[in-house]
């Protein structure tokens, strides 16, 4: 059940902006976080990208720094016509993520970015079969999440966040075990790498 803080984060962009920025602070900001699952991969003007579930753009306007060829997509028509105004650089499509209007192979990077603990357990999957299918073979599919703290210090922030401000599916994710259900898909591994006391994790994987 969605309490009246996250209804509130999705009708007021201040308020979701004002949160972002705050849960970033323990990565050393905004902008960091963003760029937290694109590290040490190879991404040229030329590398096709995948916006998973973009939202307002804020992990767009990082991608369309360093390609020419970014499709942000969102289930939200709200969303995707806030990411319109905020990167115009890229193309958007407005669809679900565990149906998506793409043919097999069509990109080389798909990122998504604080999405998947949105996911009910076989909403998940069928995405990450998604995922797999619209990427080339040898491509690369990066996010960062909630992970379950590894140092007991940062339960208490965790916790009051996840209550605050998301639903039992959020709960769910950081019990589960992403890298053995991104193996069951046919996912390679590249890295899993955690932050902030063990409460976010970057995962990369290659088909």
């Not at 970014?70 to 193309?91: C, W, Y």
């Not at 998301?166 to 790498?193: D, R, S």
Request: some cysteine; overall charge negative; aromatic content about 10%.
């Amino acid at each position: 059940m969605a309490t009246i803080l996250r209804d509130w984060s999705y009708q007021y962009q201040w308020l979701y902006d004002g949160v972002s920025w705050l849960a970033a602070l323990g990565v050393g900001g905004e902008r960091r976080f963003r760029q937290l699952a694109l590290e040490g991969l190879e991404i040229t003007p030329e590398t096709k990208i995948l916006d998973m579930c973009c939202g307002a753009g804020p992990a767009t306007q990082i991608l369309v720094e360093r390609s020419r060829h970014v499709t942000g997509l969102d289930a939200s028509p709200n969303a995707i016509k806030r990411a319109k105004e905020r990167v115009p650089q890229a193309d958007y499509v407005e669809a679900f993520a565990e149906k998506m209007p793409f043919p097999n192979n069509q990109f080389d990077l798909v990122h998504t970015s604080t999405a998947l603990h949105e996911m009910e357990s076989e909403q998940l999957r069928q995405i990450l079969q998604e995922v797999y299918r619209v990427l080339k073979l040898g491509g690369i599919f990066t996010f960062v999440d909630f992970h379950a703290p590894t140092n007991p210090l940062y339960w208490l922030g965790v916790s009051l966040f996840l209550t605050l401000f998301e639903t039992e599916t959020a709960w769910k994710l950081i019990k589960t075990n992403l890298p053995e259900l991104l193996a069951e898909t046919g996912f390679q591994m590249i890295a899993q790498k955690l932050y902030a006391g063990g409460s976010l994790q970057v995962i990369q994987v290659k088909k």
